[in-house]
């Protein structure tokens, strides 16, 4: 079975570090690439960072110098480190995969997790 997992979140002090983790199954081979997104209440899902299997990072421009994203290959875990965060950061973080799957018939698709709620507040 294919499916992402994002266990962490959770609220915390601006100035404050977190760190989530996206776990994906076994169902999910092949992987490209795994991204992190989030999403403020009512409004359009964005990218936040993604990291290759060759390793390499990308990450939109405003989380660049506060969020490095990296990955356990074995424990098929990437995490996405926050560091001095600030209200605006509260929004819910989706990870996704991008890999075949045991059900992809071949294909490349993006699995995505139900999304973890972090919430930055004093």
């Known amino acids: 079975q294919a499916y992402v997992a994002e266990p962490g979140g959770g609220s915390v002090q601006p100035g404050w570090s977190l760190r989530l983790s996206c776990v994906y199954s076994?169902?999910?081979?092949?992987?490209?690439?795994v991204d992190w997104h989030r999403q403020p209440p009512g409004k359009q899902r964005d990218f936040v960072a993604r990291?290759?299997?060759?390793?390499?990072?990308k990450y939109a421009d405003p989380e660049r110098w506060r969020f490095t994203i990296s990955r356990d290959r074995y424990a098929r875990t990437t995490y996405l480190q926050m560091d001095s965060l600030r209200p605006d950061d509260s929004d819910v973080y989706y990870c996704?995969?991008?890999?075949?799957?045991?059900?992809?018939?071949?294909?490349?698709?993006?699995?995505w997790g139900q999304g973890t709620q972090v919430t930055v507040s004093s």
């Open positions: 996704a995969v991008n890999a075949r799957t045991t059900t992809s018939q071949g294909y490349y698709v993006m699995t």
């Open positions: 076994g169902g999910i081979f092949a992987v490209v690439s």
């Open positions: 990291i290759f299997n060759n390793g390499e990072r």
